[in-house]
């Protein structure tokens, strides 16, 4: 469901008379709507008083019925945005709840299962792209409605089919000074630095994929299936968070991260030289570019979740990816405020400050 609304973004904008960016407006209000939502569980830390598997199941529901909310007649710019918005909130209780169901699953070898769980949120997250291109007609709502059905499908399956893990140790009872509890671990709050430093780059990354497209396209007057290679983009993070998550038990979590941090932030450095490449050295150089800039998503989970208290996972998973993603609307804003007013071959420069900050956190 989270990039339902960027894949049709063109259909939906032509709707509406507006003078500013719908795009970044579109993708800020779900980072917003699931920043509430983040600190909202955190603070009341639901994810570790209540079954994960019974969360997960209606905010599935709940995020799907918000979704579906976009294909309402006549539907102002005003409701789209809380829509969105309503659909971001009920994802914090989908993402950070999935990874704690796998850390309550495993007390070894997380980071290979979550590099899988994020090898599937990857996949998800480009697939409003491929039903866009594949559509049975090319009417926007097949991809409104096939997103919300799969959500609908996921929730039910995870009720049904997981139940709550062997080594979930539950809290009774309210914990509001959680928070900086966490933080004042210091292996917790390495790891949350450089989870914030990859968060700048990676929703600001995936986001505009078809920017970067649409800009190499208006410059060679070429022709590329944009929505097609959006998909392949961005769902070739699904290959390296499995492989990140398999090499990790070689190897460890923090170097998977350090090392896919770095070339992700070169990539981000080197960005102005891609728009010279011919053709199938450009799509590659983003292929390779959508693995290493979430390869080290997974990593970053395992670290935090191994650094909090047992009893803590789910809320120190559900903070920090509050914080990271209210980080993200910095990063989207930012280009989106310098679209059309700066060269476009330059845009992703700025994206390089965070994995230099990652990078700095992580330092021994």
């Not at 291109?133 to 059905?149: A, G, K, L, P």
């Not at 896919?260 to 891609?274: A, E, M, Q």
Request: glycine share 10%.
């Amino acid at each position: 469901m989270w990039f339902a609304g960027n894949a049709v973004i063109d259909d939906l904008a032509n709707q509406f008379n507006v003078e500013f960016n719908i795009l970044g407006y579109l993708l800020s209000f779900v980072q917003f709507g699931f920043i509430i939502g983040t600190l909202t569980f955190a603070l009341l830390t639901l994810a570790d008083r209540f079954s994960p598997s019974r969360i997960f199941l209606i905010c599935a529901l709940l995020g799907s019925i918000c979704n579906l909310t976009l294909l309402i007649p006549n539907i102002t710019v005003f409701n789209v945005l809380t829509a969105r918005f309503g659909t971001g909130f009920f994802l914090a209780g989908i993402y950070p709840i999935g990874m704690k169901i796998a850390s309550d699953y495993y007390k070894g070898g997380l980071g290979k299962a979550l590099g899988y769980l994020v090898g599937a949120l990857v996949l998800g997250t480009a697939f409003p792209h491929f039903i866009n291109e594949f559509s049975w007609n090319s009417d926007y709502q097949s991809v409104i409605i096939t997103t919300s059905v799969l959500a609908t499908l996921g929730g039910i399956s995870m009720w049904l089919l997981v139940p709550d893990g062997p080594f979930r140790k539950p809290v009774s009872k309210l914990q509001l000074g959680v928070i900086t509890q966490l933080f004042e671990i210091q292996s917790f709050r390495k790891a949350a630095f450089g989870y914030f430093g990859h968060m700048w780059e990676l929703y600001a990354f995936w986001g505009f994929v078809p920017v970067i497209l649409k800009t190499y396209v208006s410059l060679y007057n070429t022709t590329l299936q944009i929505p097609f290679w959006s998909f392949i983009i961005i769902a070739a993070g699904t290959i390296s968070c499995i492989l990140g998550g398999l090499i990790s038990l070689r190897t460890g979590s923090r170097k998977v991260a350090y090392r896919s941090l770095l070339v992700s932030g070169l990539f981000c450095l080197v960005s102005p030289l891609l728009f010279y490449l011919q053709p199938a050295f450009f799509i590659g150089a983003l292929c390779i570019w959508g693995m290493v800039v979430i390869s080290d998503s997974p990593q970053f989970s395992t670290m935090v979740a191994a650094a909090a208290p047992p009893e803590l996972r789910g809320t120190a998973l559900t903070i920090t990816n509050s914080i990271g993603f209210a980080i993200t609307i910095g990063s989207i804003q930012l280009l989106s405020f310098l679209l059309g007013k700066i060269d476009p071959t330059l845009l992703y420069l700025f994206l390089g400050i965070g994995p230099l900050f990652g990078l700095y956190a992580l330092r021994r």
